[in-house]
């Protein structure tokens, strides 16, 4: 039996005539009698006596109305509501460390005062862990820091940052007019851990200049280089977001490369298969339209 013969059943039930039903319904009477007729043969129940051109609900006819319209209202109510579950719909979205930490938490703060209604979940790694959850649709999109290759994968540039060369106030290279990467590779090198987008960023530069690099360290924290190069433990490269407080308070330096060699772009991904709610696209306006 369908939806639609419980909606039929309903309307000659409340009016108690098929005349009735079927205009209300605009459907013409014979199919508003075979409907009825169909669904006393599938259950093998008489719903309604025919007596003197009228029609009369019988016991059963009464039992199975309460059935019916729990129905054919409860369907009702999930047509109403559907439109409201895009535009309410939660968010899961992803994000690269850098990004995770110095421009995430504004971009949900400023959306949830929008939109209070709308939880967001947020997952912060690496950008290769990152790219893999979006492949395994467990992200609805994210914001990373390096260039993404896999074939499902939609991505696009919002914006850009650039890494700086930092070290100790003092440190030998920051007497120097332009450090050169040679000048960075012969200092202890203090870098983002393996699949982070920014250590995939250095390594690409040193190699294009001929020059092999092995850090003295690897981390996952930002902090615990930035620590490490104020202790004068080395060179760190990272972006401006997350040492320009402690440029501005002195306690590191940034060492004088020449210009936009360690500019990159920021981008948006998704799969590209995955639907995006009415929210999610906000969200992705918002990112777009963000300066920072």
């Known amino acids: 039996m369908t939806l639609r013969h419980?909606?039929?059943?309903?309307?000659?039930?409340q009016q108690k005539s098929i005349t009735l039903a079927s205009n209300s319904l605009h459907l013409a009477q014979p199919s508003v009698s075979l409907a009825i007729r169909e669904l006393e043969e599938y259950y093998h129940i008489r719903l309604f006596d025919r007596l003197?051109?009228?029609?009369?609900?019988?016991?059963?006819?009464?039992?199975?109305?309460?059935?019916?319209?729990?129905?054919?209202?409860?369907?009702?109510?999930?047509?109403?509501?559907?439109?409201?579950?895009?535009?309410?719909?939660?968010?899961?979205?992803?994000?690269s460390i850098t990004l995770?930490?110095?421009?995430?938490?504004?971009?949900?703060?400023?959306?949830?005062?929008?939109?209070?209604?709308i939880?967001?979940?947020?997952?912060?790694?690496?950008?290769?862990?990152?790219?893999?959850?979006?492949?395994?649709n467990q992200l609805d999109f994210a914001l990373v820091e390096g260039t993404v290759t896999h074939p499902e994968i939609i991505s696009e540039v919002f914006s850009a940052d650039t890494l700086c060369m930092v070290a100790a106030p003092g440190h030998p290279l920051a007497a120097n007019r332009t450090v050169t990467l040679a000048d960075a590779a012969s200092c202890p090198l203090l870098l983002r851990e393996p699949g982070s987008a920014g250590?995939?960023?250095v390594e690409s530069l040193f190699l294009s200049g001929g020059i092999q690099i092995?850090?003295?360290?690897?981390?996952?924290?930002?902090?615990?280089?930035?620590?490490?190069?104020?202790?004068?433990?080395?060179?760190?490269?990272?972006?401006?977001?997350?040492?320009?407080?402690?440029?501005?308070?002195?306690?590191l330096v940034s060492l004088p490369l020449p210009p936009d060699i360690l500019t990159r772009s920021l981008y948006l991904i998704r799969h590209r298969n995955k639907y995006l709610s009415s929210s999610a696209e906000e969200f992705l306006n918002l990112c777009r339209m963000w300066k920072f």
């Open 119 to 136: 939880k967001i979940y947020v997952t912060v790694k690496n950008t290769g862990t990152i790219e893999q959850a979006v492949v395994d």
């Open 214 to 251: 092995t850090p003295v360290w690897e981390s996952v924290s930002t902090l615990a280089l930035i620590r490490a190069a104020q202790n004068g433990l080395g060179i760190a490269i990272l972006p401006e977001l997350l040492v320009r407080d402690a440029l501005k308070s002195g306690d």
């Open 100 to 117: 995770g930490t110095c421009l995430l938490p504004s971009l949900v703060k400023a959306y949830q005062e929008q939109h209070p209604e």
């Open 52 to 95: 003197s051109r009228r029609i009369y609900p019988t016991e059963n006819g009464h039992r199975f109305y309460e059935y019916a319209l729990h129905i054919v209202s409860l369907f009702s109510e999930m047509e109403n509501k559907i439109p409201a579950w895009d535009a309410n719909a939660p968010l899961h979205i992803g994000s």
């Open 199 to 201: 250590r995939e960023i």
């Open 6 to 13: 419980m909606k039929i059943f309903v309307a000659v039930y």
